[in-house]
């Protein structure tokens, strides 16, 4: 009565990539976590969906949820502006023509909006997030780029609003993040 199809080797080479992803960055997500003093994760690109399939939880006491396994739409969360920024035009097109949820105050759906974000990640190679997708949660993330340029995935580092980023920390916090981008990539090079 039933037999596997095509779909089902999709579904299991996209987790098994997955898999692999999480195993190679999660040297860089440790010491990442204790560097910034919040949490760090990774997300992949699942259609209009970024998926996060790792964190590495702070050493601080109060932590935010761990995001693993969840989706959040690209516009609404800085890794999944980060893999937004970095489609071809045409991609970034297509996904602004669809309605852009709105999800707090903050969240940019408007699409110029997004696009001068866009613009503004291209140019700086991270992005911020604060209190776009939930209320009291900041975000910081970087692209992580395959060895043909592609950038296939995100880390960020997410903490409570009220103590995430520390005033005048924003700058070092960014940096932080395009650093572990960059060491990511550099171990998917060498695989």
């Known amino acids: 009565l039933y037999r596997l199809g095509p779909r089902l080797v999709t579904l299991a080479a996209g987790f098994s ?30 259609g209009d969906l970024i998926h996060y399939i790792d964190q590495v939880d702070t050493p601080n006491p109060v932590v935010v949820r761990d995001w693993t396994g969840s989706r959040a739409p ?20 297509r996904y602004l023509e669809g309605p852009l949820e709105r999800f707090t105050d903050r ?42 340029g592609e950038v296939i995935a995100a880390v960020h580092i997410h903490g409570p609003s009220y103590r995430f980023p520390a005033a005048g920390k924003e700058l070092g916090l960014a940096q932080l993040v395009v650093e572990a981008g960059a060491r990511i990539a550099a171990s998917l090079r060498e695989t």
């Open 17 to 46: 990539i997955a898999r692999s992803l999480a195993a190679l960055a999660r040297p860089t997500l440790e010491p990442l976590a204790v560097d910034s003093g919040e949490a760090a994760g990774l997300g992949i690109n699942d």
């Open 74 to 93: 690209l516009h609404a969360v800085s890794s999944g502006q980060v893999l937004l920024a970095f489609r071809t035009p045409g991609a970034i097109e």
């Open 107 to 148: 969240t940019a759906a408007d699409p110029d909006a997004v696009r001068a974000r866009i613009r503004e990640i291209r140019r700086h190679g991270y992005a911020w997030a604060i209190e776009e997708f939930d209320p009291g949660i900041s975000s910081v993330a970087a692209p992580i780029a395959d060895s043909s």
